[in-house]
C-alpha cells in the first residue's frame, strides 16, 4: 500500500477537511509520541500513528493502493544530479549520447590546429595529443611550428611522434633545444628535426628555439602558464625525403604523449589542500605541493575545486572522503596475462568550451562514482562497495510509501559495447569487447543494447570491468520513496547521502532489500525525513574474476548474439 508522493499533500489536506475525526486522532497521537517516555509506549504509538495515516489515505485515495512504479528522476537531489545520472549520460541505449560527443571533441584534440582563438585545455593522466599553433614562420629551408599543449603547467613530456613514427631523443627535458637521436632504419630525424619543450612554469621565458633562430621576437612572446612545443622541421633534399620524414602532408603534423597537471593527492604529507581560488599566489603555492596522479578521484576532485570547473571552494571539499575513494581507485586488479593494473584512472584532455556536468559525468563514468553533497561538504566518491549504516523499519516509517518494483523495459540492458582510448592503438577511440548475456536475453525476449562511453578511460580491461559492473547495476529495477522519523538520522552511522539503508517493513514486504541513499530532505517542521532510495548491489563492485570475464581485445562482432 502506498501513495504516490504527487497525491499525498492533496490526499491528507482532503482527508483532514472531511474526516476531521481521524485527522485529529492522527494529530493527537502526534502529541502523545513527542511526550512517550518508554520505547514500549514509542512503538504502540508509532504505529497507531502509520495505521491512522494509512487509512487516512486509502480512503482519500482509493486508487492508490497498490504497488506501481514511479519515474527516476523523483530521485535526483540537486547534490547528486551529476552522479546518480551517470547511468543516463554514459550508458546509452540509443542515438547519441552526451558523453560520446564529449568523446568525439576529446579525440579531436589529438590533431594540430589553426585557430585565431583556439579553446583551452586542461590535460589529466596521461595522453596523446596535439596542439593548437600559436607561431608558423617559413624561413627556408626550415618551417618552425609552435603548439600550445596545455593551459596550465604540465608534469613532463614522454613522447614525441611525427606521424606513426616515434621519434626518438636521449630525453625530453624542458626549457631545452633538443635534437632526436639515431635509429636505424628510421629517417634522419637528427639532421633535420630540432624541438624544444616547456611544461608551462609561471615564470618561463622566450622559448629557445625561437630566441635562437627568430630574434625579431620579443622576449615578451613567452606563453607564461601554457605548456608549449616548438619544432623546426627541414624541408628535405627532394620530395621524396620530405615524405619519408614528414609523411605525405603539407606540413609535418607532430604528436606528444604528456603527463598533464599536478593534482593534490591528502595522502601526501604536506599536501596544501585548502587554497584561494581568487589569490594566483595562493593556486600557485598549493600546487607546488601536488604532484602527478591519473587516480579517477583525485582528478575528479581537483577538477570540481577548478574555476573553469565545479568552482567548489577547496574548504568545502571533505577530503576524508576523497581519501577513501583514491584508495579503492588505487587496488590493483588481476588480468588474464598474469599482470595487475590499478582499478580506475582518468587520462585525457578537457577543453574549456564544455560543460563542466558534461566534464564531471565522463569523469564519474571512468570509476562508477558519484558527486555528493552533505551538509554543506562535497566530494568525490567511487564506486566503493558501501556499508550499511542503518535500517528503515515500521517503526520508523511516518508516512507514505512509495515503491517501483522494476525497470520498464526501454531502460533495461543486456548486452553492453565500450568505448574507449586504447593506448596500445594509437591512443585512438577503440570499441572493446562486447559484453552479452544470453541468459537475460532469453528473460527479455529479445536484444537491448547499450553502448558505455569512456572518454577518459585507457586499457581494454579496464573498460571490461566497467562494462559488466555497469550491466549488473542496470539490472537492478527498485526504487522507494519514503517518509521516516528525524530518529533515522540518530540510528546512521556515517553520512546519510550516498550511503546504504536496508528495508525491513513487515507492512511493505514487496520493499525488502539493500539501497542506496539517493536525496533526503526534512519534511513537517523537520520531525521527519523524505527519503529517495535507489537499489543496490555491493557485489557488483567486485564481481571480477579475469580468468572468466577478461575477453581479447579484438575487432568485436557487434551484431552477434
Known amino acids: 500500500m502506498y501513495l504516490p508522493p504527487h497525491v499525498s499533500a492533496w490526499a491528507l489536506e482532503r482527508a483532514a477537511k472531511e474526516k476531521p475525526r481521524e485527522a485529529a486522532r492522527l494529530a493527537d497521537l502526534g502529541a502523545k509520541l513527542r511526550g512517550a517516555r518508554s520505547s514500549d509506549e514509542e512503538r504502540v504509538l508509532r504505529a497507531e500513528i502509520i495505521s ?88 627556408p629551408p626550415y618551417l618552425y611550428m609552435g603548439f600550445l599543449i596545455c593551459d596550465e603547467q604540465v608534469t613532463s613530456f614522454q613522447k614525441m611522434w611525427i606521424a606513426t613514427n616515434e621519434v626518438a631523443f636521449s630525453g625530453l627535458a624542458p ?141 568545502r571539499m571533505d577530503w576524508d572522503k576523497v581519501v577513501e575513494a583514491a584508495d579503492f581507485d588505487d587496488d590493483m586488479i588481476a588480468c588474464n596475462d598474469g599482470t595487475s593494473q590499478r582499478r580506475y584512472t582518468i587520462d585525457g584532455a578537457v577543453t574549456l568550451n564544455q560543460s563542466p556536468s558534461t566534464v564531471v559525468a565522463g569523469m564519474i563514468a571512468a570509476n562508477r562514482g558519484y558527486v555528493l553533497q552533505s551538509a554543506g561538504r562535497v566530494w568525490p566518491s567511487s564506486s566503493k562497495p558501501r556499508k550499511t549504516i542503518a535500517t528503515i523499519h515500521d517503526g520508523l516509517l511516518a508516512g507514505p510509501v512509495s515503491i517501483r518494483m522494476a525497470k520498464p523495459k526501454r531502460d533495461l540492458i543486456n548486452r553492453v559495447k565500450t568505448r574507449f582510448i586504447a593506448p596500445d592503438r594509437e591512443y585512438q577511440t577503440a570499441d572493446g569487447p562486447v559484453l552479452t548475456r544470453t541468459d537475460l536475453q532469453e528473460a527479455d525476449g529479445e536484444v537491448l543494447d547499450a553502448t558505455l562511453t569512456l572518454p577518459f578511460t585507457s586499457d581494454n580491461r579496464r573498460a571490461q570491468r566497467l562494462a559488466k559492473a555497469y550491466l549488473s547495476n542496470a539490472r537492478l529495477g527498485k526504487q522507494i520513496s519514503c517518509r521516516v522519523d528525524v530518529l533515522l538520522l540518530a540510528e546512521c552511522d556515517d553520512d546519510l547521502i550516498g550511503g546504504a539503508v536496508n528495508f525491513d517493513s513487515a507492512l511493505f514486504p514487496a520493499g525488502n532489500g539493500l539501497y542506496l541513499v539517493a536525496d533526503w530532505g526534512f519534511a513537517d517542521s523537520f520531525s521527519k525525513i523524505d527519503l529517495s532510495l535507489v537499489a543496490y548491489d555491493p557485489s557488483v563492485e567486485t564481481d571480477w574474476v579475469a580468468a572468466n570475464d577478461e575477453k581479447p581485445f579484438t575487432i568485436a562482432d557487434l551484431n552477434a548474439a
Do not use: C, M
Not at 537531489?77 to 549520447?97: E, F, P, T
Not at 639532421?191 to 628555439?209: I, K, N
Not at 609535418?252 to 589569490?279: E, I, Q, S
Open 52 to 139: 491512522t495515516a494509512i487509512a487516512l489515505i486509502a480512503w482519500a485515495a482509493p486508487g492508490s493502493v497498490t504497488i506501481a512504479g514511479i519515474g527516476a528522476s523523483t530521485f535526483l537531489a540537486v547534490g547528486l544530479s551529476i552522479g546518480l545520472s551517470y547511468a543516463a549520460q554514459a550508458l546509452q541505449s540509443r542515438g547519441s549520447s552526451p558523453l560520446s560527443n564529449f568523446a568525439q571533441s576529446e579525440q579531436g584534440s589529438k590533431y594540430n590546429e589553426r585557430q585565431a582563438i583556439p579553446s583551452k585545455r586542461i590535460l589529466y593522466g596521461e595522453s596523446q595529443v596535439g596542439g593548437a599553433l600559436f607561431i608558423e614562420v617559413v624561413k
Open 175 to 315: 626549457n631545452s633545444v633538443l635534437t632526436p637521436i639515431a635509429v636505424d632504419g628510421a629517417p634522419n630525424y637528427p639532421g633535420r628535426l630540432q624541438a624544444s619543450f616547456r611544461v608551462g612554469l609561471p615564470s618561463q621565458t622566450l622559448d629557445g628555439l625561437l630566441a635562437t633562430d627568430l630574434t625579431h621576437l620579443d622576449a615578451s612572446f613567452r606563453q607564461q602558464g601554457v605548456a608549449t612545443v616548438v619544432a623546426r622541421f627541414h624541408y628535405g633534399a627532394d620530395y621524396n625525403e620530405f615524405t619519408r620524414l614528414w609523411g605525405q602532408v603539407q606540413r609535418p603534423n607532430p604528436l606528444f604523449l604528456v603527463r598533464g597537471v599536478a593534482v593534490p593527492d591528502p595522502r601526501v604529507h604536506g599536501t596544501v589542500l585548502n587554497w584561494d581560488p581568487d589569490d594566483p599566489a595562493s593556486v600557485e603555492a598549493a600546487r607546488a605541493t601536488w604532484g602527478y596522479s591519473n587516480n579517477a578521484s583525485l582528478v575528479t576532485a581537483h577538477y570540481l575545486t577548478q574555476r573553469y570547473g565545479g568552482r567548489i571552494k577547496p574548504s
